[in-house]
């Protein structure tokens, strides 16, 4: 490995132009706390959003059953990675405060009210949900409920498939406390055999192999969860003693991993650091609420949790299983299949997709055009004996990964590939471990990055031998190289031969293979770097314009901003006059609408059946919003310290006229009108769903339904495409 490089000082500071004294500071005009929303409590409102479509009833039942195992997922990952880390921060006696003003022991005092609530609304709706199912002959049903047939059915099952599987485990001076591995769901029984023999504790861990739900034959889809079904044939397991009592548990631990900066082989110490996160401190222990009383101290005592480390629950552990139920093959109860449309332009030209970009620049919007568009150009590169070297960013590519595949394919075949491996991709450390030793076995070189930064940019550059010379091909996305994601996430993929964006990917290869900083770079920024100066220089612009009299306006879509500086920037060009209409998914520390800072500002959040993921940065450049003459960014970076300060990004300008359109004029737009799916954020930092009603607009269903410009072809001349206006679509 090369030697650890510590991460360049950049000022992050709002640089204020001269006139600016006037201006109210915002320090002065409200405490911190009324003007920034803290991270944690801004995520769990998005995930308050995330289980609202569990209760949208819009939609069909299995896929708001979905919508709860998601929210459900999100909170197990909240806690392990983020609640896990504030109480590090309280164990240590670090006192850094959040972007509000608060001390890690006030966040979680905070997030643990907020929890318990969320927990008991996600219960809510799984008995709204499970009533409405059971109408539907799909069934989450108590094994008392069940005939004397099928609870003798799941008494043969017990016998035959789950009793081989557990393992009863005593409790006692001769019987170590068991490891309860993290998710991990046990059933711990109080048992006795004799009246003089004192009470014997024992333990059921559920086998991670084991299923969560048995499917009960018949007609009907009756799913019984597994834990019942320990519970209820415990006699089988121990036959000679009394159940004096019972209890489900379910253990959630400290998933983090944190890179040493000392560490001199990043897989060594990944392949080490995945072991201990199996083995993390317990940082939440979820009981059913009838769990016995005495097994329950037991627990207690021996995973060392506190009482604030303590959920208890009158109804199911671990909702995030449910997702297996929700692939019932009922499609009456689902979403209508959607097929993603492959872009004629590429078609036009025999699915050459080299042709294809020469001709213009493309950009393929995810899921509603497909990703093996992506797929496609990697496989192509990899058997054109043309192609002289492939180098691919590889954050998140799944288990069955085809892009992997074809880099494989391309060494194979005598390119030369370079692959740059993130493994700090939390939750894929070890995935991308994998695909990392298979790619090198097949000739890749294979790089891992800097030690202390994440890359996080999503570039492909293939180098191609042509008549005029050598001829670069790039694709720059705002989403990983995941299939699976892909037909679920909204990303942008823009296609370009543009000889200045190559050199430019080039050199930002260099800087993440050999540490060298680029002296210039002609169009594209890159985090660390320049990215954020760049974002601050435009923002700047509007500003100007702003206060000479021009037509100003950002129109900005991300996953989350928590940066304060570009919040504070933001809030600086709101008071200039700028209007600001922003997108954001997720976490947003930004307070919308406040007198005297933000009022110039919109802030929406879209939750629907597609995740938003894309990233794009619009500014007015002295004409109104949206104009051909608005300068258009797509990015991999959101908002976030992490993103501006410790990971490598791009950010990359939309030049090409149609492209320009589609992302300004149809995604960006199409989501700033979206009413159906959308939620407005207001200055106290809490969000309203907006209004619906006769004209209600469906950013998803537009897409669905409409082909994008670039990607058309001669083909859009036979489709117009609806134009969007900020009045709404002109039909």
């Given at each position: 490995?090369p030697?650890?490089?510590?991460?360049?000082s950049?000022?992050?500071a709002?640089?204020?132009a001269a006139?600016?004294?006037?201006?109210?500071s915002?320090e002065?005009?409200?405490?911190?706390?009324?003007?920034?929303t803290?991270?944690?409590?801004?995520?769990l409102s998005?995930?308050?959003?995330?289980l609202?479509e569990?209760?949208?009833?819009?939609?069909?039942?299995?896929?708001?059953?979905r919508?709860?195992s998601i929210?459900?997922s999100?909170?197990?990952?909240?806690?392990?990675?983020?609640?896990?880390g504030?109480?590090?921060?309280?164990?240590?006696?670090?006192?850094?405060?959040?972007?509000?003003?608060?001390?890690?022991?006030q966040?979680?005092?905070?997030?643990?009210?907020q929890?318990?609530?969320?927990?008991e609304?996600?219960?809510?709706?799984l008995?709204t949900?499970?009533?409405?199912?059971?109408?539907?002959?799909?069934?989450l049903?108590?094994?008392?409920?069940?005939?004397?047939?099928?609870?003798q059915?799941?008494?043969e099952?017990?016998e035959s498939d789950i009793?081989p599987?557990i393992?009863?485990?005593?409790i006692?001076?001769?019987?170590?406390f068991?490891?309860?591995?993290?998710?991990g769901?046990g059933v711990?029984f109080r048992l006795?055999?004799?009246k003089?023999?004192?009470?014997?504790?024992?333990m059921?861990l559920?086998?991670?192999?084991a299923?969560?739900?048995v499917?009960v034959?018949g007609?009907?889809?009756?799913?019984?969860?597994?834990?019942?079904?320990?519970?209820?044939f415990?006699d089988?397991?121990?036959?000679?003693f009394?159940?004096l009592?019972d209890?489900v548990?379910?253990?959630?631990r400290?998933?983090?991993?944190?890179v040493?900066?000392e560490?001199?082989?990043?897989?060594?110490?990944?392949?080490?650091?995945?072991q201990?996160?199996?083995?993390g401190?317990?940082?939440?222990?979820?009981?059913?609420?009838?769990c016995?009383?005495?097994?329950?101290?037991?627990?207690?005592?021996?995973?060392?949790v506190?009482?604030?480390?303590?959920?208890?629950t009158?109804?199911m552990?671990?909702?995030?299983?449910l997702?297996?139920?929700?692939?019932?093959?009922?499609?009456?109860?689902?979403?209508e299949?959607?097929?993603?449309?492959?872009?004629?332009r590429?078609l036009?030209?025999?699915?050459d997709?080299?042709?294809?970009i020469r001709?213009?620049?493309?950009?393929?919007?995810?899921?509603?055009?497909?990703?093996?568009?992506?797929?496609?150009?990697?496989?192509?590169a990899?058997?054109?004996?043309?192609?002289?070297?492939?180098?691919?960013?590889?954050?998140?590519?799944?288990?069955?990964?085809?892009?992997?595949?074809?880099?494989?394919?391309?060494a194979?075949?005598?390119?030369?590939?370079?692959a740059?491996?993130e493994?700090?991709a939390?939750?894929?450390?070890?995935?991308?471990i994998?695909?990392?030793s298979?790619?090198?076995?097949a000739?890749?070189q294979v790089?891992?990055?800097?030690?202390?930064w994440?890359?996080?940019?999503?570039?492909?550059?293939?180098?191609?031998?042509?008549?005029?010379?050598?001829?670069?091909?790039?694709h720059?996305?705002t989403?990983?190289y995941?299939?699976i994601?892909?037909?679920?996430?909204?990303?942008?993929?823009?296609?370009?031969?543009?000889?200045?964006?190559?050199?430019?990917?080039?050199?930002?290869?260099?800087?993440?293979t050999?540490?060298?900083?680029?002296?210039?770079?002609?169009?594209?920024?890159?985090?660390?770097?320049?990215l954020?100066?760049?974002l601050?220089?435009m923002?700047?612009?509007e500003?100007a314009?702003a206060?000479?009299?021009?037509?100003?306006?950002i129109?900005?879509?991300?996953?989350?901003?928590?940066?304060?500086?570009m919040?504070?920037?933001l809030?600086?060009?709101?008071q200039?006059g700028?209007?600001?209409?922003?997108?954001?998914?997720?976490?947003?520390?930004?307070?919308?609408?406040?007198p005297?800072?933000?009022?110039?500002?919109?802030?929406?959040?879209?939750?629907?059946r597609?995740?938003?993921?894309?990233?794009?940065?619009?500014f007015?450049?002295?004409?109104?919003?949206?104009s051909?003459q608005a300068?258009v960014?797509?990015?991999?970076?959101?908002?976030?310290?992490?993103?501006?300060?410790?990971?490598?990004?791009?950010?990359?300008?939309?030049?090409?006229k149609?492209?320009h359109?589609?992302?300004?004029?149809?995604?960006?737009?199409?989501?700033?009108?979206?009413?159906?799916q959308?939620?407005?954020?207001?200055?106290?930092?809490q969000?309203?769903?907006?209004?619906?009603?006769?004209d209600?607009?469906?950013?998803?269903?537009?897409?669905?339904?409409?082909?994008?410009?670039?990607?058309?072809?001669?083909?859009?001349?036979?489709?117009?495409?609806?134009r969007?206006?900020?009045?709404?679509?002109d039909?």
């Amino acid at each position: 490995m090369p030697p650890s490089r510590k991460p360049m000082s950049r000022d992050t500071a709002p640089r204020l132009a001269a006139n600016d004294a006037a201006l109210p500071s915002p320090e002065q005009a409200l405490g911190p706390e009324e003007r920034y929303t803290n991270r944690e409590i801004s995520w769990l409102s998005f995930n308050r959003r995330v289980l609202a479509e569990s209760e949208n009833e819009q939609y069909p039942l299995l896929e708001r059953l979905r919508f709860l195992s998601i929210s459900a997922s999100n909170l197990d990952e909240f806690t392990m990675v983020r609640i896990a880390g504030l109480e590090g921060q309280v164990q240590r006696g670090i006192e850094t405060q959040g972007i509000d003003g608060t001390s890690p022991r006030q966040q979680l005092a905070a997030i643990r009210e907020q929890l318990l609530t969320l927990e008991e609304r996600q219960q809510k709706s799984l008995d709204t949900l499970s009533s409405l199912l059971a109408d539907e002959g799909i069934i989450l049903a108590p094994i008392d409920a069940l005939t004397k047939d099928q609870q003798q059915w799941l008494g043969e099952y017990f016998e035959s498939d789950i009793l081989p599987l557990i393992t009863p485990q005593a409790i006692d001076p001769s019987h170590p406390f068991p490891f309860v591995s993290n998710k991990g769901i046990g059933v711990i029984f109080r048992l006795k055999r004799g009246k003089r023999q004192a009470d014997l504790i024992e333990m059921v861990l559920i086998p991670s192999g084991a299923p969560r739900f048995v499917r009960v034959p018949g007609e009907e889809a009756i799913y019984v969860a597994i834990e019942q079904l320990i519970t209820r044939f415990a006699d089988h397991m121990f036959p000679g003693f009394k159940i004096l009592g019972d209890g489900v548990f379910r253990v959630l631990r400290d998933s983090d991993i944190e890179v040493e900066e000392e560490a001199e082989d990043l897989v060594r110490f990944y392949r080490t650091a995945i072991q201990r996160r199996r083995r993390g401190h317990v940082v939440l222990l979820e009981v059913d609420e009838e769990c016995d009383a005495v097994a329950e101290a037991l627990l207690r005592e021996q995973l060392e949790v506190v009482e604030d480390m303590i959920v208890k629950t009158g109804g199911m552990l671990g909702l995030a299983d449910l997702d297996t139920i929700c692939n019932e093959p009922r499609p009456d109860l689902k979403f209508e299949p959607f097929s993603p449309r492959y872009p004629e332009r590429i078609l036009e030209h025999d699915g050459d997709c080299f042709a294809a970009i020469r001709e213009k620049d493309l950009v393929i919007h995810h899921p509603f055009e497909s990703f093996d568009v992506v797929v496609d150009f990697l496989r192509q590169a990899a058997r054109d004996p043309a192609v002289m070297s492939i180098k691919q960013t590889l954050y998140r590519a799944g288990d069955q990964s085809p892009v992997i595949a074809a880099l494989i394919e391309a060494a194979q075949n005598g390119k030369a590939v370079t692959a740059v491996v993130e493994l700090k991709a939390r939750f894929d450390e070890e995935r991308n471990i994998h695909w990392a030793s298979e790619l090198e076995r097949a000739g890749v070189q294979v790089i891992y990055g800097f030690t202390e930064w994440k890359t996080h940019a999503k570039v492909s550059l293939v180098v191609r031998r042509e008549e005029d010379g050598y001829g670069t091909y790039c694709h720059f996305g705002t989403g990983n190289y995941h299939p699976i994601n892909a037909k679920i996430y909204t990303d942008l993929s823009f296609f370009t031969a543009d000889a200045a964006l190559g050199r430019d990917a080039a050199k930002m290869f260099n800087f993440i293979t050999g540490y060298i900083e680029p002296d210039t770079l002609e169009k594209i920024a890159v985090s660390p770097i320049d990215l954020n100066d760049k974002l601050f220089e435009m923002i700047d612009a509007e500003i100007a314009n702003a206060k000479n009299g021009k037509p100003s306006g950002i129109w900005v879509k991300l996953n989350s901003i928590t940066n304060k500086a570009m919040i504070d920037k933001l809030y600086e060009a709101s008071q200039a006059g700028v209007e600001i209409r922003m997108v954001v998914r997720g976490i947003c520390s930004l307070r919308a609408g406040l007198p005297g800072i933000s009022e110039n500002i919109q802030v929406k959040s879209v939750i629907g059946r597609f995740l938003e993921h894309s990233r794009v940065w619009a500014f007015a450049n002295g004409k109104e919003m949206p104009s051909r003459q608005a300068k258009v960014f797509l990015t991999s970076a959101d908002a976030m310290s992490r993103n501006l300060t410790r990971r490598v990004e791009v950010l990359v300008p939309i030049t090409n006229k149609t492209v320009h359109d589609q992302v300004l004029g149809q995604v960006m737009l199409a989501n700033i009108l979206d009413t159906e799916q959308s939620w407005s954020l207001g200055p106290d930092g809490q969000y309203n769903r907006m209004r619906k009603g006769e004209d209600g607009f469906n950013c998803h269903e537009y897409f669905m339904s409409n082909p994008s410009l670039s990607g058309r072809g001669a083909a859009l001349a036979e489709h117009e495409v609806p134009r969007l206006t900020l009045g709404g679509a002109d039909q």
